[in-house]
């Protein structure tokens, strides 16, 4: 057996040992202790069947409550108008309406030329 062999193993061996002393105890199973009697305990629990989840999310958190507004029907009515008749600012593509037209300072001269010089393959002084 070569040294780094032996070496090897009794690393090992403590490693186990190490890991062995670090090891859990088991005591068995804990007798319960509550200061509740049954009777206190099943009347809460009907009281919390009864009562509202705090934790509900969604369809399951019952009726919205309502609240007052401060803006009346009309105004409501005339921004709902407004918004509808106007551009939608989150479109893309299609949807989006006509594209502006922009205005260039190059003449269409110059664009023609260097349209066909690109076409042809030469450089285009830039």
Do not use: C, F, I
């Not at 509550?34 to 069947?49: G, I, K, M, W």
């Not at 934790?55 to 507004?69: F, H, I, M, W």
């Amino acid at each position: 057996m070569t040294a780094s062999k032996l070496l090897s193993a009794v690393s090992l061996a403590l490693l186990a040992a190490a890991g062995a002393a670090h090891a859990e105890s088991y005591d068995g199973v804990h007798r319960l202790t509550s200061a509740t009697s049954r009777a206190e305990v099943a009347s809460q629990a009907v009281v919390a069947a009864h009562s509202a989840n705090p934790y509900a999310d969604g369809a399951n958190s019952g009726p919205v409550q309502l609240t007052a507004s401060t803006t009346s029907r009309a105004a409501v009515r005339a921004e709902a108008v407004a918004a509808a008749h106007s551009a939608n600012p989150y479109a893309d593509g299609a949807s989006s309406g006509v594209a502006p037209v922009l205005a260039s300072g190059v003449d269409r001269a110059t664009v023609r030329a260097a349209a066909r010089a690109a076409a042809r393959g030469d450089t285009l002084p830039l």
